[in-house]
């Protein structure tokens, strides 16, 4: 009896195997035709550039970083043409871009009214080409924030995506 219970367990056993190997034979083939129906973009996400923070005192916010923190931090850089000041605090593997209003059409001078202290205004992600990016994304209906591409903080194209379409974030897409 005991040897009849082994070989119906290992007939079992060799019967769930089959029937996983089914089932991953069955997943493999679908992953494989999912991935044959995703279009190629002319564009691709490249590594996180910064996180932008507006503050509400730069100078403040800077001496925090550099002699606080005893992080690697930029002098204060104006940017007029997107209404800010920016200090650049170097990571390593990315920056963080202290963002104060410079004028008072500032979008930061908006964002503060609202959130006294400061905090978390956008990210920045770099693209390898920001010209079919933004083609690409016009076509699927991303609102872009600007009708072109402008130079950045760090003298580069960029673009920033509507957060209602991001998931509530203030994208900025920046080439690379």
Not at 72 to 86: A, D, I, L, R, T
Not at 102 to 115: A, M, R, V
Request: charged content about 20%.
């Amino acid at each position: 009896m005991a040897h009849v219970r082994k070989v119906v367990w290992r007939l079992s056993a060799a019967a769930g195997a089959a029937g996983a190997f089914y089932r991953l034979q069955t997943f493999t083939s679908t992953v494989r035709t999912l991935s044959q129906n995703v279009p190629e973009t002319l564009w691709n996400l490249g590594r996180l550039n910064h996180v932008a923070i507006a503050v509400p005192d730069l100078t403040l916010a800077r001496s925090f970083y550099k002699n606080i923190l005893g992080a690697q931090v930029s002098e204060v850089v104006p940017v007029p043409e997107h209404g800010v000041s920016v200090v650049f605090v170097e990571l390593g593997n990315t920056k963080l871009e202290l963002l104060h209003p410079l004028g008072n059409l500032s979008p930061i001078e908006s964002f503060l009214k609202k959130n006294k202290t400061g905090g978390m205004h956008h990210i920045c992600i770099e693209v390898d080409d920001i010209e079919a990016a933004v083609t690409d994304l016009k076509e699927k209906k991303i609102r872009i924030l600007s009708e072109e591409a402008k130079i950045g903080a760090h003298g580069k194209p960029v673009i920033f995506l509507h957060p209602k379409d991001c998931g509530g974030v203030l994208v900025e897409l920046e080439q690379a």
